[in-house]
Nanobody
Framework: QVQLAESGGGLVQAGGSLRLSCAAS????????MGWFRQAPGKEREFVAA????????EYLDSVKGRFTIYRDNAKNTVYLRMNSLKPEDTAVYYCAGARTWPKKTSSSDTYEYWGQGTQVTVSS
């Protein structure tokens, strides 16, 4: 049973930075594609970023390109999301997700088998 646990969320002012972490246990983390999604109040869950098992491939939501960086440390079974230049519209609950193979459509939450409980990110203006 794969378990994912996010941490690192919090309250930050616009223009600030946060680093989210997602620790995995119970599976072969190093073989999984990993992703980050977010969900703001009243909105659907939205793809943010994805990374392949060996970090060779990454994808991002257009609105976070150049500001967010996804990376992973397979030795620590952890995937990270570094978020810089945060904006109020980045406010959401952020979830990490895992897939046993690279998703055919990385932006679709249906293609990920494993999910964490989420961590709140609030950006004040």
């Amino acid at each position: 049973q794969v378990q994912l646990a996010e941490s690192g969320g919090g309250l930050v002012q616009a223009g600030g930075s946060l680093r989210l972490s997602c620790a995995a246990s119970g599976g072969t983390f190093s073989s999984y594609a990993m992703g980050w999604f977010r969900q703001a109040p009243g909105k659907e869950r939205e793809f943010v970023a994805a990374i392949s098992w060996g970090s060779a491939r990454t994808e991002y939501l257009d609105s976070v390109k150049g500001r967010f960086t996804i990376y992973r440390d397979n030795a620590k079974n952890t995937v990270y999301l570094r978020m810089n230049s945060l904006k109020p519209e980045d406010t959401a609950v952020y979830y990490c997700a895992g897939a046993r193979t690279w998703p055919k459509k990385t932006s679709s939450s249906d293609t990920y088998e494993y999910w964490g409980q989420g961590t709140q990110v609030t950006v004040s203006s």
